[in-house]
């Protein structure tokens, strides 16, 4: 069979939700390589991948989007960021390359799209938050801004491209291209360039969670969440529970976000509510302790969700997807990043609430967390729509058509793979 190399941006967000997929390709006989987070390497070779770290000098170059001041000067350090990685994002996929037969490679990493590109071989991106991917249907990435159709809709999202995002484009573009044209590739043209130039984008979603669009690109296969937590023990007070349960979760990446914690145990001390924290990020020490609340670092999240009345999060996909596939709903606090869009999806599908960041109290938290379980319905609706998006088999479906394909088929393989 073939081998897959596999580069993800080292963060737990982008790895774990491709470890479904990468273990349906491995029991169809495909050989996997997996480069990514140092910290994660001894799970993956539990579970029986070969797996090494990306460059070191990647990891050690944090994101400190959460310490800007406004959500446009986060964006510009979380682009500054990624954007200074890419030269040793190059060399980890170049060198590996060698001994691939397919690159799979994340969509935020440009440096390793750019050698996946030169190397000639067939490869894919996957991306699981909102693709920043401009569209008549959906409005422009990154401030949250609600579907309008009307024609002050499409002023504003006019405006928005023009001011806001154009920016950083052109920040991006500006050193993304310096590479390219270091080893002979074509100059990009745009953010749309960025994204769709693999023949194959898989992208961890599915409608109507995300906006419906009448114009996907022929390459996007929306696939529904990868939603996969390492191994561990149940907690042992959930067997015993008998009360309704409240999961909050912090940020993976350090985003300074531990107010979410600290209102929310605030909010439902003493309620009728047992509450489940995961601090994730976070340092626990010093958080309150009440009786009703359980607080730890990590927990898996399955079992809570399988007994979780709501979900209160940071709006970070992956978690937030999580919560949807078991038809939970979701009270979203967005911090930064992706959020924003992140929270607007759950709130236009119904399927919860968002409450800003600034506006976190432990009475509005109450009343949102109220609000946000009258939407179970809507979570159930898009549950409904991820289970049928086809997961992981759906996933490795379209990196055996790519394989399979000669350049001259690659476009083909696209349109059948695309979800509309």
């Known amino acids: 069979m073939s081998r897959i190399v596999v580069f993800t941006n080292p963060s737990p967000g982008h790895l774990y939700l491709l470890v479904p997929t990468l273990s349906e390709l491995r ?12 910290g994660a390497l001894g ?8 797996a090494g770290p990306v460059d070191p000098r990647i990891e050690a170059m944090e994101n400190d989007d959460w310490g800007a001041r406004t959500p446009i000067g986060a964006q510009r350090r979380d682009v500054a960021t990624l954007v200074s990685r890419a030269p040793f994002e190059f060399d980890d996929v170049r060198a590996a390359a060698g001994s691939a037969d397919v690159l799979l490679v994340d969509v935020t990493s440009w440096g390793a799209q750019t050698a996946a590109e030169l190397s000639g071989l067939p490869w894919a991106t996957f991306g699981h938050f909102p693709l920043p991917l401009p569209s008549r ?4 990435y990154g401030l949250g801004l609600t579907p309008r159709a009307d024609w002050l809709g499409r002023v504003r999202d006019a405006l928005a491209r023009r001011v806001i995002l154009a ?24 953010a749309a360039d960025i994204i769709t130039r693999p023949p194959l984008i898989l992208y ?8 419906p669009r009448s114009d996907w690109p022929e390459s996007v296969r929306l696939v529904g969440p990868g939603a996969w937590d390492p191994p561990a023990a149940e907690p042992q007070w959930l067997a015993g529970l008998d009360r309704p349960l409240i999961v909050v979760t912090c940020s ?59 979900v209160i999060c940071h709006a970070g996909m992956g978690i937030t997807q999580k919560a949807l596939a078991a038809g939970v709903p979701v009270c979203a606090v967005p911090f930064g990043r992706d959020q924003f869009e992140v929270a607007r999806r759950v709130v236009v599908a119904e399927a919860g609430v968002m409450l800003p ?22 979570a159930k609706r898009i549950a409904a729509a ?29 349109r059948k793979g695309t979800q509309r």
């Open 357 to 378: 960041a600034g506006r976190l109290r432990a009475a509005r938290l109450r009343a949102a967390v109220q609000e946000t379980i009258e939407r179970t319905a809507g």
């Open 43 to 50: 799970t993956l070779r539990e579970l029986g991948f070969d």
């Open 386 to 414: 991820f289970e049928s998006a086809g997961g992981a088999p759906a996933a490795a479906d379209a990196l055996e058509g790519l394989l399979r394909a000669s350049d001259n088929d690659i476009p083909q393989l696209a």
């Open 167 to 190: 920016p950083l484009e052109r920040m991006v573009l500006s050193k993304l291209n310096a590479l390219r044209a270091e080893h002979g590739l074509r100059r990009l043209r745009d």
């Open 27 to 38: 029991e169809r006989g495909h050989d996997v390589r997996i480069l990514t987070m140092s």
């Open 137 to 140: 249907d959906a409005p422009p």
């Open 252 to 310: 993976t990446e350090f985003q300074d976000d531990g107010k979410l914690a600290t209102v929310a145990l605030d909010a439902f001390a003493d309620s009728g509510y047992e509450v489940a924290v995961t601090t994730a990020a976070v340092d626990p020490a010093g958080l309150p302790s009440p009786a009703n609340a359980h607080v730890e670092r990590f927990m898996p999240h399955r079992p809570l969700l399988q007994r979780a009345s709501c």
């Open 204 to 211: 961890y979603t599915a409608e109507p969670f995300e906006y």
